[in-house]
């Protein structure tokens, strides 16, 4: 009897085995909306991303998938439309003193938190204070600033000195200064906030480990009306549940977008680029949207010496190291700017003679100069961000064929991290840097992001920032592009494309810096 | 009757002690076989490892960007990579890398194994910790001891040598450790022990001798057991780094590609199922050689 | 008996806890000589070192490490494996979100190989010497030397991507219905599964041997017995003791080993949790999911060696 039961559980599982490897193929199938009628629209947008995100509290993390997930759920008081000018978002005005010191904000009325609570300055003040202490790019930037409240719905912001750029730091994505409530921010440990608790059109429900975040459209959220432009504007919360899969498997984004089963996805492979534009049913976005740098050491080592450093510039194809990395010249720029190509203000081509130079024989030139005597010159990398690594081999292999002892030392990610803080340790790192807003902002000028603390640094940020005039401020960032490229601190390799699919029924998407889905609807 | 009817018993009686005889010999044959396509295949990977620089067509980092991911063709017998390098190489030299992470990494525990084993056997204070602190390291998954030790380390070639071998030299210590307690308590140890001779003595020129082939087999499944999980690591990205090439990395990148290219995921593929498959001949075969008993039984 | 049932367990369950004082010891030590910091994957890529530094003082990780180890151990006792990091919740929390997959992966697993394993076993072991039987045994030593996650990235390269049968990767819980579970599991089940069926096969082949040639197996054919049932009855039931030990570590190893193939097919199991808590600098979380592992490995081999006492009573526990 007992066997017999056994026998009959195992039978019924390979029958179920059988029909499942023989129809499992075909999803649903699509329907198509009757001629006439009035499209309907699911009440579920699925987007699968490459990783969980590591928090949603972006005062701590610049991490992508952080920040677009989070962008559904908090608001800043400025944010950045299209052209990449600064829009009120939750604040409606700001004054500037006549010494440029006081800014004052008006804040808007009547913006309830998700859980109900009317945000008021008490709100902005904490959170715009906590973000100048916690995130490090706000300390540098804004260091010394501090917010206060002046009655409920206007709060100031009083800087230390005058520069050019304060609205635009405070309405940027990167680094996402947002309100949440007082006692919110009151009770954030130094892992972040316990509760995700923002303004936005969308409210977190549900966030499963390793899995994905649902979120669900937030019913009193009162938009700005009008059109809708990059991040500001509009925002509808058009389809009322989002969920965000967590789908680390290339492989798996690609078939989920063939199949159907997910309506976005970010981030689609290089390598699968062509198979999606040949797929039915699914359309491409792709962008510039950040640009790979190789950082030289200038503290420590062989390449403390400038005439290295440039015999290694000298050495490099960034043609094939990008190739290599990026699979296919669409999904590249060569460029030696550091800074985002569609920003006119910023892109400038200063350096480009230390660009791209495929000139081993200068290199060899400039070795002997340098008196290089074959000692190891150390690439640093992480095999958990693949272009990263990819380029690194290739960069290895010129530097060999030019002459040089070249040895890669491959880490996890942590080990990458802590190692590149000790300059006796490598040479060269190569690093994917998403743009920035402003020069000031970027790596390529951090002095302890690789060691860069040329004096010459400071004085041209500073030129930069208290520039009176859009041309002047222009010139001095091209002036210290050309410095960087001379003092040989690092270089661009070349921009690349981020690309991102949605199915064709999906409408509304807009794909800016980074992707917004607060007004896309999906056809049934 | 009666006699026509014994020697038909007779000759039954021979037949089937015939076809015993038979079959033990084939079984014999069957287990040599083994043995020798073990070894046969072994020597082939080893000579592939060995012989690599000088007859691999290219050069292991040579890179054609352009030309990557191009299928299997006369001029690359088995595709290219998707940094356009030769596919044929890269899985040659990959050979050398598997043979030395294998070999170096079945003599070190081998040898710590003997050790271990040798001394826990005879001192009892010294086994209660020994076997304790082994019970411990058997009962983390091989894998998951590995990758941790992999991630303190950072990736090497000699840090999967030194990692694995950390994994690898309990289990040994304990083969060697089971088979001297046994010879300890046999009759003549206690004679030697009698006429005068050290610890030293009994442990290296009597016990030791008697537990080598026990440790030879064992070191052979190691070898491939090592074999196998370096491939792991590198397939997870905590082995040997590019662009070092070995099975792993080249199956690791392979799966970015594997809609693309197939050839990059198959011959590494096939080349590591060879090299486990022959030393597991050769484990077998060693086994029946040394203890044709169990060999009846398992074959 | 009972009271000798129970002393054994009782004294097994004793001699866990110096395995699990190792294990955690040698676990603490080796991410503790691990560089890398916690706070630089919560800070993401583009953080600088001070900022790093600043997060990993409020965090406390840059206490001595056997003043970490001793709170740890001591809430351990109080039945409390401390927070992750990451994930925001208890390490308990975590590893019961975890282990589902992995146990479905493994049952799964252990289901095909039994399935590929004891015909196989069967039938080579009754036709011993012939053709079927080598053809059989040399399948079956090609399945022990290809491991699971090249099998499986064959799978994959054959279902997945030319035929397009089964999905590539990913996980679906219970929750959303067997056919699904079963849909997205069944490529790593049998990647996973082939190997142990292989070892397996073979025992199972071996026991069967040792068995069909005793005299009263003769006596049972001679008695007219259908040679099914004196195959399947008599002497697969007294083959069953080392099967079962194959069995018991096969499914130890299904249970604590299926890191690879879980990261291949992007299975959200325990191996995967303490894989990306490696990677993560998760300490609390890397032990957590290790001493569980450890006791899951060690609590089958226990119910192994009782089960050989049900199914035999001749075999005493304590024969070491």
Sequence with gaps: MKKYSKIKIITIILILLLTLSACGGNGETATTTAPGTTPEYKDTLIIATTAQPPTLDGSLTASQVSLTIAGNIFEQLYTMNKDYEPTPDLAESYTVSDDGLVYTFKLREGVKFHNGKEMTADDVVASMNRWLEVSARGKTLLGGSVFAKVDDYTVTLTVPKVTSDVITIIATRTFFPVIMPKEVIEAATPEGVQEYIGTGPYKLVEWKQDQYIHLVKYDEYTTIPGESSAYSGLKSAATPNLFFYFVQDHSTRIAGMKTGEYDIIENVPLENYDELKDAEGVVLYSKPSGSLNAFFNTQQGVLSDVKMRQAVMAALSMDEIMLASYADTAHFTLDPGYMNLNQPQWAVKTGSEFYNQKNPDKAKQLMAEAGYNGETINLLTTPDYQEMYTATLVVQEQLRQAGFTVEVIALDFPSFMSTKGDFGKWDIFITSNGYNIIPPMILAVNSSWAGFDAPEVALGLAAIREAGSYEEAQQAWADLQQFMYEYGSSTAIGHYNTSMATRDSVDGFVYFDLPIYWNVVVTK | METIKQKENINEIRNRLLNQQRKLQRRKILSNRSLLIGALILLAMVLIAVLAPFIAPYSPSDMNVPNRLMPPSAQHLLGTDEFGRDLLTRVMYGARVSMFVGLAVSILSSVFGLIIGLYASYFKTLDHILMRISDGLIAIPGILLAIALMAALGGSIWNVVIALTVVFTPSIARVVRSSAVVIREQAYIEAVYMQGAGHFRILWGNIAPNVLSPLLIQATFIFASAILSEAALSFLGAGIPAPEPSWGNILQASKLVINKAWWVAVFPGVMLILSVLSLNLLGDGLRDYFDPHISARNK | ?320
Excluded: C
């Design chain 3, 1 to 320: 008996m009972g009271d000798y049932m129970l002393t054994y367990i009782f004294k097994r369950l004793v001699s866990i806890v110096p395995v699990l004082f190792v294990v955690s010891i040698a676990i603490f030590m080796i991410i503790h000589i691990t560089p890398g910091e916690p706070a630089s994957v919560l800070l993401g890529l583009e953080a600088t070192p001070e900022e790093i530094e600043a997060l990993n003082e409020q965090m406390g990780l840059n206490r001595p490490i056997y003043i970490q180890y001793f709170t740890w151990i001591k809430n351990v006792f109080k039945g409390d494996l401390g927070d992750s990091i990451f994930m925001r919740m208890p390490v308990a929390d975590a590893i019961r979100d975890y282990f589902p997959p992995t146990m479905s992966l493994a049952i799964l697993a252990q289901l095909i190989a039994l399935i590929i394993a004891i015909p196989t076993g069967i039938i080579a072991s009754y036709k011993r010497g012939k053709p079927i039987d080598t053809a059989l045994m040399s399948v079956s030593l090609l399945g022990m030397a290809t491991p699971g996650f090249l099998l499986g990235l064959f799978l994959m390269l054959l279902f997945s991507v030319q035929l397009g049968w089964l999905p590539v990767a990913g996980y679906r819980p219970l929750s959303m219905g067997l056919g699904t579970h079963l849909y997205y599991l069944i490529l790593p089940a049998f990647s996973l599964g082939v190997v142990q069926a292989a070892l397996i096969a073979r025992m199972t082949r071996s026991s069967m041997l040792d068995v069909l040639y005793n005299n009263y197996i003769k006596t049972a054919r001679a008695k007219g017995i259908k040679e099914k049932v004196v195959l399947l009855k008599h002497a697969l039931k007294n083959a069953s003791l080392p099967i079962l030990t194959v069995l018991g570590q096969s499914f130890g190893t299904l249970v604590t080993g299926a890191v690879v193939i879980e990261s291949l097919f992007n299975i959200p199991g325990m191996g995967q949790l303490v894989l990306n808590s490696i990677k993560r600098r998760d300490i609390a979380v890397i032990q957590g999911v290790v001493l569980f592992i450890t006791l899951i490995y060690v609590g089958v081999n226990l119910f192994v060696d009782l089960m050989y006492g049900v199914i035999d009573p001749r075999v005493r526990l304590d024969r070491k």
